[in-house]
């Protein structure tokens, strides 16, 4: 039986009572089908129309619904002039990579005119994802959110709200972004900064022309509400508040949290996170509000989003209290607030921390620049681990790898940066220079990974969210400075720590990840800045199979793109 609901992400309204019908599905409905049309629309923001891409006309695109152990079919449809591939953002896609959706590295995109389906099962997870554009800086507009419901019979790990909704964070350019992004190529620079960000696509009543373009959330007096909210933004982690509101994290990448309360929340790029919230003030007309976290000296977007969360049968004549941000640059809030979040490990949602590490990592993070006769200072800026500079290659990795295509890639990249220096100290701006390679590390199945990522002081510090493709990982350790291998591993949490699928590792500092590598494929790493992820800030690890067909890359599909 398959379930179709692309039509329930317009009002707050219907997508409650889409929401409502999908809790009543019958437990045996386990496929959802939905059709996914990539069009381009014209859309009015902020004084200014412009042509956008777009899943099904629609800006943020269609809500997936799905319950842990469903399948999920999504028939993707080009219609756009540009290729397009989709990411699933979080979901493991086990022993499938084919349905993981990063262009050039498990598939070849979708040209227009062709179509392709996402096939793959919802195994093991529950909770908020999301799925966006991976090519080009396409998810600029290309995004949704993946709302997984426990098993039939399950219960959320906290009180049941009594509605909920997603809130997606996202930016706007007045200007083609495409059109930005290679005008900056050019001369080796990067882009303009967004001219603002929106909430579910809408920029809120701060901004020129935006009265109607005001996301607006109705709430009854004493009842309790689940936000999930999703940064889908290209380039900021984000300070999130409600006017006079507390706000309780229970999840965070689709994994349960213990609850704390809190009055604001920092997520990067690529994270979710799912709070609740009761309509505990007097009823009124409060705003929702987020902003950039930006603790290094590199331009942004810093203008307030808002949103508005309104009482029931307040007049919308009432003008919204506006809560009070964070400042910019208050790197005590974003890590006190890190600090707070562990996985809830019970008996039911139990932690599976590595204790035994089969392989330990060290990556050096790095900004650079390389010889560019044709950009305006004779340089290209650019990004590298370890100093390499990733090149994508013109065939799918995940193909070239279980096709056995030999000169597509080499498995040589290093586990440790080719010199050792003081990583955070004084800033580097000369010897900039890094190597480009498509490199990829080797992974045996099933081996457990430590890996330490550095930030450094070439060019500038800056905090860098990392996502990795294929799994979920634990935040064991974070800390300012040059991580010492002799000290800092005795303060690791490994009771309970974090578990996600992005992390951020803070400006001028570093994070340590471990995660078991039983899930055999290709699976791409990168930072989930658009910006230094286009400058090679990425790479992959290749996965090997393990013993038995069961933890095996499965064969490709029949429509899977050409290249």
Not at 345 to 362: E, I
Request: aromatic content about 12%; charged content about 15%; hydrophobic content about 40%.
């Amino acid at each position: 039986m398959a379930m179709q609901l692309d039509s329930c992400f317009g009002s707050f309204f219907l997508c409650i009572f889409c929401f409502a019908w999908f809790l009543t599905f019958p437990a045996e409905a386990a496929v959802r089908k939905y059709q996914f049309d990539i069009r381009v629309k014209n859309v009015s923001r902020l004084c200014h129309a412009k042509p956008i891409v777009t899943v099904n006309g629609r800006f943020p695109g269609p809500t997936i619904y799905a319950r842990e152990g469903d399948r999920v079919l999504v028939k993707l449809t080009n219609y756009a002039k540009y290729n397009i591939s989709i990411h699933w953002h979080g979901l493991k896609q086990f022993r499938n990579g084919w349905a993981d959706g990063p262009a050039y590295i498990t598939q070849c995109p979708i040209k227009t005119g062709h179509s392709y389906t996402y096939d793959f099962n919802v195994t093991g997870q529950r909770g908020t994802l999301w799925w966006h554009a991976h090519i080009l800086w396409l998810r600029a507009t290309v995004y949704g959110a993946i709302v997984i419901m426990p098993k039939e019979g399950t219960m959320f790990p906290f009180p049941k709200p009594h509605k909920e909704t997603e809130i997606i964070l996202g930016e706007w350019w007045n200007s083609d972004v495409e059109t930005l992004v290679n005008r900056a190529n050019k001369m080796g620079l990067p882009p303009p900064t967004s001219d603002a960000h929106t909430i579910n696509g809408k920029p809120g009543s701060l901004f020129p022309c935006s009265l109607k373009h005001t996301f607006s959330m109705e709430v009854e007096a004493g009842k309790t509400y689940l936000l999930r909210i999703i940064n889908a933004a290209l380039n900021d982690e984000l300070f999130f508040t409600i006017a006079g509101h507390n706000m309780t994290v229970v999840e965070i990448d689709a994994v349960y949290t213990k609850p704390f309360t809190t009055r604001v929340i920092l997520i990067a790029p690529g994270q979710t996170t799912n709070v609740l919230i009761k309509a505990d003030q007097p009823p009124s007309r409060y705003f929702m509000a987020a902003r950039p976290f930006k603790d290094a000296p590199v331009p942004v977007d810093n203008k307030t989003v808002t949103a508005i969360l309104h009482y029931k049968d307040i007049p919308k004549t009432v003008i919204p209290s506006m809560p009070k941000l964070p400042a910019p640059n208050n790197t005590n809030v974003a890590m006190s607030y890190n600090k707070r979040l562990k996985s809830l490990n019970t008996p039911q949602f139990p932690v599976k921390v590595p204790l035994k590490v089969d392989r330990h990592l060290f990556y050096t993070i790095g900004l650079g620049a390389n010889p560019c006769s044709s950009c305006q200072n004779g340089t290209q800026l650019t990004a590298s681990l370890n100093n390499i500079t990733f090149v994508m290659p013109k065939v799918g990795l995940l193909q070239a790898h279980y096709f056995n295509i030999k000169g597509v890639f080499k498995t040589d990249f290093p586990d440790q940066p080719p010199v050792p220096f003081n990583y955070t100290g004084a800033p580097l701006t000369s010897n900039l220079g890094t190597s480009l390679g498509t490199r990829l590390s080797k992974v045996a199945f099933n081996s457990t990974v430590e890996l330490v990522l550095q930030d450094t002081n070439l060019l500038t510090v800056e905090s860098h969210p990392f996502h990795l493709h294929g799994f979920n990982f634990f935040i064991v350790g974070s800390g300012i400075g040059n991580f010492n291998p002799s000290k800092d591993p005795a303060r690791f949490n490994l009771v309970d720590p974090p578990e996600r699928n992005t992390v951020g590792v803070p400006a001028g500092g570093w994070t340590a990840i471990r995660f078991r590598a039983d899930n055999p494929g290709v699976w791409f790493m990168h930072c989930h800045l658009e910006l230094h992820t286009m400058w090679g800030l990425k790479m992959a690890f290749v996965v090997e199979n393990g013993k038995s067909p069961e933890e095996s890359i499965i064969p490709p599909p029949m429509d899977l793109p050409p290249c």
